[in-house]
């Protein structure tokens, strides 16, 4: 807290937290009081859509609209009179909020359109109720998911909009002109988020994507390739144990025989750096013994695409980044990420390193620990190993039929 009067001596009016540090996040806390989360309140906002339609279904759930019932409370005299029904259609009672979004003409016929070949039941008694039927709806389909998430604040947004139409400009409302609105903002949350998908433009079309079974894992094998010949493969890797850190890594001929393994303690520092070091020490002895041809591995993606000058290094590893580029670049070695599955040898010499304070060297595979040497037989003998691995939504493939 600050204080205007300079004459004024500033003192601590928040303790700073156990760790030692001070967080904003703590004192905002302190100073305002939260008001408790309303899952229902959640579940309305949503990227793919326009802010209007959300913040339109946030006022009418918490009955923030200009309806003739709230207006009446004002003691403003009202004629009744419903502008989502039929012309002909006589009442006694002033239009509500559950009435426009539920029980209206035009409601009734836009949610049972959609929900129906969803599986959605649509006889709720009230706004807040049918929200929620949609938002509960369980399914595993992607685009169903999305579909359920958005849908109920389109509807909202489309039967308010023709509801003022009618009242204010007399502009009575077409059903087959809401539900081609509705059917394009679906298709553009769509077709923003699942870019390699085609759901074609009709709502049947739509609702055939949300029953198909799409594929949403990729499952990859993974094996550790051994180097072609004349050439020697390095694999590095990096380890953190209480905040020390060390890196490991082995040097493999064609024949997958071992000719050189390490473990070096690398004390206290970054998880970036720890595997930029390993992999440092590795390169560096290969160039001194004579490897022309080295094909290093690492499974960090960040360290390979800046050595490889493809991204950027951030501003704390920038020095070890370019002390790596070096003797790669005049050497023309070969640096590729690989998965950690293809790294197991290096990733446990790394562990080992924290055993002692000072570089451990392996002439030979007799010499290296027997965790190890399982690791380097299992690389040998080549089993695969498999990833199953989530494809992202813009990847997702579907074409309709």
């Known amino acids: 807290m600050v204080d205007n009067n300079v004459e004024v001596i500033d003192i601590q009016v928040k303790e700073v937290l156990q760790h030692g540090k001070f967080s904003i996040g703590s004192a905002c806390r302190e100073l305002r009081q939260e008001r408790p989360s309303n899952h229902l309140d959640n579940r309305i906002w949503h990227s793919k859509i326009p802010f209007k339609m959300s913040f339109l279904t946030w006022r009418a759930i918490h009955n923030r609209l200009s309806i003739d019932k709230s207006v009446a409370r004002l003691g403003i005299p009202l004629e009744p009179n419903y502008y989502c029904c039929n012309s002909n259609k006589v009442t006694s009672e002033l239009e509500s909020v559950d009435h426009i979004f539920c029980h209206g003409d035009l409601a009734k016929r836009l949610w049972s359109y959609f929900a129906g070949p969803l599986g959605i039941n649509n006889n709720n008694t009230n706004l807040k109720l049918r929200l929620l039927n949609y938002w509960n709806h369980r399914t595993k389909n992607p685009f169903c998911v999305l579909i359920i998430k958005i849908i109920p604040a389109i509807i909202c947004w489309e039967i308010w909009r023709s509801r003022c139409c009618k009242k204010f400009e007399e502009v009575g409302y077409s059903t087959y002109r809401l539900i081609s609105n509705v059917l394009f903002f679906i298709l553009q949350a769509l077709k923003n988020k699942f870019a390699s998908a085609s759901f074609g433009n009709t709502w049947s079309t739509i609702c055939q994507a949300c029953e198909a079974s799409i594929q949403q894992k990729v499952t990859i094998q993974v094996k550790w390739i051994k180097p072609q010949l004349e050439s020697v493969k390095l694999n590095s890797d990096g380890s953190c144990l209480n905040r020390e850190y060390g890196g490991g890594g082995t040097v493999r001929d064609p024949t997958r025989r071992v000719i050189f393994a390490y473990a070096i303690p690398l004390g206290k520092g970054t998880s970036n750096m720890e595997k930029e070091a390993a992999m440092l020490f590795g390169l560096v002895w290969c160039s001194r013994n004579g490897n022309t041809i080295v094909w290093g591995e690492t499974d960090s993606l960040l360290l390979t695409k800046c050595i490889n000058r493809e991204w950027k290094p951030p501003w704390n590893?920038?020095?070890?980044?370019?002390?790596?580029?070096?003797?790669?670049?005049?050497?023309?070695?070969?640096?590729?990420?690989?998965?950690?599955?293809?790294?197991?040898?290096?990733?446990?010499?790394?562990?080992?390193?924290?055993?002692?304070?000072?570089?451990?060297?392996?002439?030979?595979?007799?010499?290296?620990?027997?965790?190890?040497?399982?690791?380097?037989?299992?690389?040998?003998?080549?089993?695969?190993?498999?990833?199953?691995?989530?494809?992202k939504d813009r990847n997702l493939v579907y074409d309709h039929p």
């Open 317 to 391: 590893i920038a020095n070890y980044i370019e002390s790596i580029q070096k003797p790669v670049e005049e050497n023309e070695f070969i640096i590729t990420h690989c998965y950690r599955e293809a790294n197991k040898p290096a990733d446990k010499l790394a562990a080992i390193s924290h055993a002692s304070d000072v570089i451990q060297i392996f002439n030979s595979f007799s010499e290296i620990s027997t965790s190890v040497r399982g690791l380097i037989n299992m690389d040998r003998w080549n089993p695969p190993s498999f990833r199953i691995k989530e494809i």
